[in-house]
Structure formats: C-alpha cells, structure tokens
C-alpha cells in the first residue's frame, strides 16, 4: 500500500514520518505506530558514528559506518544505530598526544602528505589539534 506521504509501504516495513513531512498522523488499518523517536542534535564540537546507516535506496547498509560531524540536527532512520552516542571532539595541547589504530585500510587526509594506512598500523598524532576520528580509526 501506499502512506499518508505517498511512499509505497512493503508488509512488515518500517518507516520515520517526521513533522516536516505532515502535522498529524493518523495510523491506518494496515499501520501501526512502532515508537517515537527524539532528535538527535550535536554541537559544533561533536560528532557520532551511525552503524548501519540507511542508504540511498532507503534500506540499511548493514555492517556500514557513517560519520556525521556537528553542528547537526537529524532523526535516526529505522535500523540505525549509534556507535557510542555523541562523542565530543579530540583538542589536544602542545604536550599532548593520541594513539589512534587503523581498523580498515584507508587514506588519511588528516596529515600532510596524505598517508595510505593499513589494518592494524598505529601511529601517534601530536598536538596542539582538534581531531574527529574517521569510521577506519580507533
């Protein structure tokens, strides 16, 4: 069937209706209302991991990662997760280090020049810097 949005509706399929796309809902035969879900808000100085974050064919990537960086308000979509909540940013000073590890390999635009890290490769980043991890790091 089709939604109150105009969306076709698969049996069993779940799907966020926010109040930017209608005022008032009211469920219909075939739908039942699952939950409500608060906005999630960062600031400037926070980001957070979504784990199996919805795609643009509007179904979760599962084993997926996505990194979203403040200043950002947004509303989980059915299947999506948060890795650790939100998470404040990395400042560190003059005498003050991070130990950060490779989970996947990636290029780290971070530093200059630009470096191709592998699985497992640690290395150590020196301040003074703000730093937000990528989805490869730990």
Known sequence: FNNHAGKKIKSGEEYLITSEQMETFIPDVYEEVVGMISITTLTNRQYCVILNPVGANGYPQLGAKKLIKGEKS?????????????????????????????????????????????????????????????????
């Open 74 to 138: 947004f509303f989980l979509q059915p299947g999506e997760l948060l890795e650790k909540g939100i998470q404040d940013i990395y400042v560190l000073s003059d005498n003050e280090g991070l130990l950060l590890r490779a989970r996947e390999a990636f290029e780290d635009k971070f530093v200059q020049p630009n470096v191709n890290r592998q699985p497992g490769d640690k290395w150590m980043l020196k301040g003074p810097t703000e730093y937000i991890p990528s989805v490869e790091v730990e």
